[in-house]
């Protein structure tokens, strides 16, 4: 969902930046390139160990919520280029459409109503449902039952390592559509194909 759909990853990079001036940690946004794909226990988990045990936690935590949501309230979240139009052709030719989002179930689905898209999904599987986060594949293989299809049928659109590592994993033919991270030659050989939008996954549907 982030950094695919809704071009959300870089209001998070800026308000990991602004809470690590206050907190006296600059830079610390760099850190995105590390947590892209998981849920917010293995991000906790990342930090305490990049940081030590010293290290404020809760603090950063809310310091970056509220420096989030006060960027959204004033300006939103973006949806990516060609998000709508490819929800709405895959709703439009039958296709059966999760999500599988390293995001809270709550945050998600307000921001993915918020959003406009929410509709166009048959279910979803977020990241307080499950025991393992990406680069594990246990969400992608929930993502498949909820949809009830097998893996080898869907097709996977990642934009982060750890969800182009979880898709494959769990059986998938993966998308890739890079968005802070672009997937170096051992990580594009677990993908099918490499796209620069969602624009250009309408024309891969057609041909296959």
């Known amino acids: 969902m982030d950094g695919l759909l809704l071009d959300s990853e870089r209001i998070v990079q800026r308000s990991w930046n602004e809470a690590g001036e206050v907190m006296g940690i600059p830079g610390i946004g760099g850190h995105i390139y590390n ?12 930090f305490q160990n990049a940081f030590g045990p010293d ?41 059966k459409i999760a999500v599988a989002t390293s995001s809270s179930r709550q ?3 307000k921001e993915l109503e918020d959003a406009g898209i929410w509709q166009y999904f ?6 307080d449902m499950i025991e393992n986060t990406k680069p594990d594949p ?21 934009d982060a390592p750890a969800g ?3 898709a494959h994993a769990a059986g ?3 998308v890739a559509i890079p968005d802070l991270v672009q997937p170096d030659e051992k990580l594009l050989a677990l993908t099918y194909k490499k796209l620069n939008t ?10 296959e």
């Open 35 to 46: 947590t892209l794909g998981l849920n917010r226990k293995a991000r906790n988990a990342y």
């Open 164 to 166: 182009i590592r979880s």
């Open 55 to 95: 290290f404020l936690l809760e603090e950063f935590n809310q310091r970056t919520s509220d420096i989030f949501f006060r960027i959204v309230k004033e300006t939103g979240i973006p949806l990516k280029a060609g998000a709508k139009e490819l929800l709405r052709y895959a709703r439009d030719h039958g296709y």
């Open 138 to 158: 246990e969400i992608y293989q929930k993502a498949c039952d909820i949809i009830r299809l097998s893996p080898v049928e869907c097709l996977a659109l990642e």
């Open 172 to 174: 998938l033919r993966v």
């Open 107 to 109: 945050y998600a689905v």
């Open 122 to 127: 048959d279910g979803g599987i977020f990241g």
């Open 198 to 207: 969602l624009h250009e996954v309408i024309s891969l549907l057609k041909e």
